[in-house]
């Protein structure tokens, strides 16, 4: 039996199952595993792994930490390849995933997208700085997520009160400019093996600018064919310019139809259906079915 673990946290341990019950019939075990639960025994030899009382020996190793779990993750991730593991989404992916700032930078970069300039200070810039950026603009923490954290400037006055209130938080925050979106909606995509495999639109509650579901959005599914045009594929290229094999990119289109990326998420829901009705189980089918083919292409 070979095992794949989903080196994570067990809050969305659901998500991870959802995937695992599409292997049970090719005699592959999932296993989800948080990284400061594995105890390491090294030696010359090597590393030995265990967790729950049992050894870990796992032929395919997804990495899916975040905030806390992250620095564990990244040993764990750098110790199996030494042991010649196989890791996607590997802890360069996950750094950049989870370091917004970072992934901007990549993204505006990189030719075929289209992003948003950013912002990062320590101490409130002058208002001829942020006047080049133009307002309004959208603080950011850098390695927020679920839509928590976000808030939204029309002046130089806002911003200036927001940081007299958490100027102690301020340097964990970016800035980048506010787009305003057609018909206030955005896309996920999401993009398995940098191919796009799902996708909905996502409207925040009452007209809210803030999308995310988990803040109470609404969701509409889209086939990818019904996209608008060059949207898809500048989903695709940024799933590249991130390294990730299985990643969510958050995508909108500008009051103009312009496509722009907004994020893209190392670490996105796979079982949609948990956030809203109607949604099938493709995406958990679709990474089953990824994984599988990447234990037959390594001959692990």
Not at 1 to 23: P, W
Not at 81 to 89: C, E, T, Y
Not at 187 to 207: E, L, P, T
Request: glycine letters at 8%.
């Amino acid at each position: 039996m070979k095992t794949v673990i989903f080196l994570s946290d067990y809050e969305d341990e659901v998500e991870y199952q959802a995937v695992f019950d599409f292997l049970v019939s090719d005699n592959i075990r999932g296993i989800t595993v948080k990284p400061c639960e594995v105890s390491i025994t090294n030696s010359p030899s090597g590393c030995q792994f265990y967790f729950r009382g049992e050894e870990l020996k796992p032929d395919l190793v997804i990495g899916y930490s975040y905030l806390d779990d992250l620095i564990p993750a990244f040993k764990l991730m750098k110790l199996w390849r030494m042991s010649g593991v196989k890791v996607l989404n590997g802890p360069e992916v996950l750094f950049s995933g989870q370091n917004k700032d970072l992934a901007s930078a990549m993204f505006n970069s990189s030719d075929g997208i289209r992003h948003l300039p950013y912002y990062k200070f320590s101490t409130l810039p002058e208002q001829s700085k942020l006047e080049n950026i133009g307002f309004p603009l959208v603080a950011k923490p850098v390695n927020g997520a679920c839509g928590c954290g976000l808030f939204k400037f029309d002046n130089y006055t806002e911003l200036c009160e927001w940081v007299q209130e958490n100027g102690n938080v301020i340097s964990n925050y970016y800035v980048q400019p506010y787009i305003a979106k057609q018909n206030n909606e955005d896309y996920r995509v999401v993009v398995i093996n940098h191919k796009a495999c799902y996708a909905y639109s996502r409207r925040g509650v009452n007209g809210h600018w803030i999308t995310n579901l988990t803040q109470d959005g609404s969701a509409r599914i889209f086939k990818l064919h019904e996209l608008p045009d060059g949207l898809v594929k500048m989903a695709e290229r940024s799933s590249e310019v991130a390294g990730a094999l299985f990643c969510g990119v958050d995508i909108a289109l500008d009051e103009t139809g312009q496509p722009f990326i907004i994020e893209a998420n190392t670490c996105p829901a796979i079982k949609i259906s948990r956030y809203f009705p109607g949604a099938d189980n493709t995406v958990e089918k679709t990474f089953a079915d990824f994984i599988r083919q990447e234990l037959i292409r390594h001959e692990i």
